[in-house]
């Protein structure tokens, strides 16, 4: 079946660092890959996605690159600020290789921005 | 636009009580699905519909039901809450099968005692 593995955090970082949030997953054929943020008491909200091998999500400075030969979706961001702290998502969905036609989901990376 | 809209934001719910989970999108899309988020565990998928009228199950369905009359609504019913459905429940929308991300609702958080 699909699965996604992410770093469990949290994950501490002092504002301007670079930041890198691990994400591999385990799925047949080719999955679409998604990164989500929650802020706290709030829904999720699509961060970037990527719906092919090398194919490159951006948003908001954060950058995630689809690696197949490597199962992986890393998260970037070059220079964090306080207002990143949130809790990040990585998902996929792979109805075409018998997966569901909704989300999977790892189990989240909570990340916190210290000024 | 309202987007995906949850209601209610807070339940308590008795063991063996019944009761539904509402959603509704106003953004006409035919893909919507059910998750509940627990601690250390991420979200997992309870239920998912890919039109008005088709429903399926996900990861953990039991103890859930659902039905599609239309394409905006999609509510989650509980049949038999225990404690162990104690959990914050999303509901999420999307155009596309799987080029496009779900929007989300802001969820509902549910206790059973």
């Known amino acids: 079946g699909n699965s996604v593995t992410q770093m469990e955090g949290p994950v501490t970082l002092s504002e301007e660092a670079f930041l890198t949030i691990n994400c591999t997953y385990t799925?047949?054929?080719?999955?679409?890959l998604f990164w989500y943020v929650q802020y706290p008491g709030e829904g999720l909200q699509l961060l970037l996605k990527a719906t092919k091998a090398d194919d490159k999500g951006s948003n908001k400075g954060f950058e995630a690159t689809y690696r197949k030969e490597t199962t992986s979706f890393h998260l970037e961001k070059g220079s964090v600020q306080v207002s990143d702290s949130a809790v990040y998502f990585c998902a996929l969905i792979n109805p075409w290789g018998g997966g569901a036609d909704g989300l999977t989901f790892g189990k989240g990376t909570h990340l916190i921005i210290q000024p | 636009n309202a987007g995906v809209t949850q209601t209610p934001k807070f339940q308590v719910l008795k063991t063996g009580q019944s009761m539904t989970l509402q959603c509704a999108q106003d953004m006409n899309h035919e893909y919507m699905s059910w998750y509940r988020q627990d601690p250390g565990m991420g979200l997992r998928l309870i239920h998912y519909s890919v039109g008005a009228g088709i429903t399926d199950q996900g990861e953990v369905p039991n103890g859930y039901n659902v039905s599609r009359s239309t394409t905006e609504d999609f509510p989650l019913r509980l049949l038999s809450a225990a404690p162990s459905q104690t959990s914050v429940y999303f509901c999420?929308?999307?155009?596309?099968?799987?080029?496009?991300?779900?929007?989300f609702g802001s969820g509902t958080r549910l206790t059973v005692v």
């Open positions: 999420a929308s999307s155009s596309g099968r799987s080029n496009y991300g779900y929007t």
């Open positions: 799925a047949t054929g080719y999955p679409s």
